[in-house]
């Protein structure tokens, strides 16, 4: 990442690859919810946000301006009131729900900035949104989605906990943060550190998990999600409602954000050592990186030979003209999990040495290396 300004990135080609896996992996899950994406502008006009009563509710976090007309707009830090009226003119039965729609893009708040990506004025966010027709529809997606949630930061390979949280400026009835501990964060919890139990709580006077008894852990922790009920907390204002045999009714809504882009810094936070970071296969920039050590034919035959086999996205060849430790550095300092070094081993045993970023290695010949890494 190349940082322009206060709270403003730029994304490298490498940055942008590991965004953009994130991502992937968040739209996995929300389409296995059977949610269906959609594109909403950043740029409002402040007459909804002034329907919901939120326009002077982010204690002056929105950036708000005038345009050339005269009229108050600003960029939306979250898109709770443009989801409702982009659903109100289409949800008109309850037949149009159980619905659940989500967007990964762009949101825009005047944070103050600090530690990088952790708090910028700019930032990737996968925001989802339910419309249902009762609270125990709300209830059933709340929990599929709490489900989604674990299966994304699992799949990330990051260490987190469930926390009980405040709804704050979002309003509704419940909330749930999901809290990575790292040294730099701006939250602080208690969490339990036994495998899969998840516990944690802002609740520092607590000291032993409710569900299994260990003793917690106190931690510096960093936001990676937030999930609400919402009930009618924007329905009553937006008169978003559907059409029964005795009237109008309210439509019940929940809100689902995950910070995409402060993933990229909490994995870093989690995932380094002293040669740079170590990300995870999942969300790596590239599977494997390529090593020759010389120009030696044969080499250059199964170097081709591998790039034409998994592919520009997937693998990253050091064919410049930089030092051998500089190319091992770089693979190291970019993150990429495992390096294939292609030298005297290749050409006198027709191995190739997998180098891992633990420091252990593998040996395979070329039709092995193929089948384990495709």
Request: hydrophobic letters at 35%.
């Amino acid at each position: 990442m190349d940082h322009v300004g206060g709270g403003i990135f730029s994304y490298s080609p490498t940055g942008k690859r590991v965004r953009d896996n994130i991502s992937e992996i968040v739209r996995e899950e929300m389409e296995a919810l059977d949610g269906q994406e959609v594109d909403l502008p950043s740029l409002q006009y402040a007459d909804l946000w002034r329907d919901s009563g939120r326009y002077d509710a982010f204690e002056g976090e929105m950036f708000t301006f005038e345009n050339r007309e005269g009229k108050d707009m600003c960029l939306a830090p979250t898109h709770e009131e443009p989801m409702a009226d982009l659903v109100r003119e289409r949800v008109r039965s309850q037949r149009n729900m159980p619905l659940v729609l989500y967007q990964i893009g762009e949101k825009f708040r005047d944070d103050h900035p600090r530690n990088g990506l952790l708090r910028a004025k700019q930032f990737t966010m996968k925001d989802a949104y339910s419309f249902t027709a009762s609270e125990e529809e709300l209830d059933e997606i709340y929990q599929q989605m709490r489900e989604a949630y674990i299966n994304i930061f699992d799949r990330v390979n990051i260490e987190y906990a469930i926390v009980p949280a405040d709804p704050g400026a979002m309003g509704g009835t419940h909330s749930e943060e999901f809290q990575a501990p790292a040294e730099v964060g701006s939250d602080e919890m208690n969490y339990c550190p036994k495998n899969n139990c998840l516990f944690g709580t802002k609740d520092l006077s607590i000291t032993e998990c409710p569900h299994c008894e260990e003793p917690l852990i106190n931690e510096n922790a960093i936001e990676l999600g937030h999930i609400f009920k919402l009930g009618t907390r924007y329905s009553d204002p937006l008169e978003l409602t559907y059409d029964t045999d005795e009237g109008e009714k309210q439509v019940i809504m929940g809100s689902y954000g995950i910070g995409v882009s402060r993933l990229i810094p909490a994995l870093i936070e989690q995932r380094n050592d002293e040669d740079g970071i170590i990300w995870p296969e999942s969300v790596a920039p590239f599977t494997i990186s390529v090593v020759p050590l010389n120009d030696d034919d044969e080499i250059e035959e199964i170097t081709e030979e591998i790039h034409d086999y998994f592919g520009s996205d997937d693998v990253l060849i050091f064919d410049n003209d930089v030092s051998i430790g500089e190319k091992f550095a770089e693979s190291d300092l970019i993150g990429i999990p495992a390096k294939a070094i292609l030298g005297n081993t290749f050409l006198e045993d027709g191995e190739i040495e997998v180098e891992f970023r633990d420091g252990s290695r593998e040996f395979h010949k070329p039709e092995e290396f193929f089948e384990v890494y495709a």
